[in-house]
């Protein structure tokens, strides 16, 4: 089920199976990231947030709306465009094909409904995408959003941006942060401390939580990254789920 109703524009027939979705036994989870054109290894971030989510047993579809030419194919079936990565993760490259499905008020609401039909299985999707492109994908019902930056000035300062905007323009006033850099920098608990306090003096924002990912490193996950996880899941009524990420924490 979709955490979000279609938009008035779509027929009453639509309506009503959108209300079925939303009060049928399963709820698909929406994560939204924000796409930092100044991270270098944005997807190993995102891959690395939905292996946190699908070792909770639950199948996780990555949906990567960034900037891009939409492959031809998703305009006539979608489903046959998702990727398997995993038993329990997916991907799907979806970059420009929200806008079209955009209503005459300015939403692509009406694409997360396509989504969940095409993977109806996934109980968690990661939406990666342009901060304006989430603001009309989820519009002020969005999830916390999900800011992406490293260790250099360039990315924090599009974080804040993508902040800024989504704020001033959705209201929305709470975020996290996922860094990527170095295990030995100096530099990211500064930086997390920083984007923290420009935001609340200037956007009214708070950085709800934050965890840093090595893009070089392999085996464990950070525990900060799984309590980020949790943290972005901890509403979803999936008992197993806590219990996965509990678990994770204990083993790590």
């Not at 935001?199 to 924002?205: C, D, K, L």
């Not at 900060?224 to 994770?248: C, E, F, K, N, Y």
Request: glycine share 6%; aromatic share 6%.
């Amino acid at each position: 089920m979709n955490d979000f109703l279609v938009s008035d524009g779509m027929p009453l027939r639509d309506q009503a199976d959108g209300l079925r979705r939303m009060f049928s036994g399963t709820r698909t989870r929406f994560i939204a990231v924000a796409a930092n054109p100044d991270v270098a290894f944005a997807g190993l971030a995102l891959e690395r947030l939905a292996s946190v989510c699908a070792s909770a047993e639950r199948k996780v579809l990555v949906v990567d709306a960034a900037r891009g030419t939409p492959d031809e194919i998703a305009a006539v079936d979608l489903s046959a465009c998702i990727e398997p990565l995993g038993d329990n993760l997916s991907y799907l490259a979806a970059r420009g094909l929200p806008v079209r499905y955009v209503s005459t008020r300015g939403s692509c609401e009406a694409f997360l409904d396509v989504i969940t039909e095409a993977a109806p299985e996934a109980a968690i999707v990661v939406v990666h995408a342009e901060a304006h492109e989430l603001g009309r994908l989820f519009g002020r019902r969005a999830p916390r959003p999900l800011l992406l930056a490293a260790d250099h000035p360039a990315s924090v300062t599009s974080a804040y941006a993508n902040m800024k905007l989504l704020a001033q323009r959705h209201g929305l006033l709470a975020f996290d942060l996922l860094l990527v850099a170095a295990a030995n920098s100096p530099r990211t608990p500064r930086i997390a401390e920083q984007l923290a306090l420009t935001a609340e003096r200037f956007a009214g924002a708070v950085l709800h939580d934050w965890a840093a990912i090595d893009p070089a490193a392999h085996g464990d996950w950070p525990r900060a990254l799984v309590r980020l996880a949790q943290g972005l899941l901890a509403d979803m009524p999936i008992p197993s789920l806590h219990a996965g990420i509990a678990a994770t924490q204990v083993a790590r």
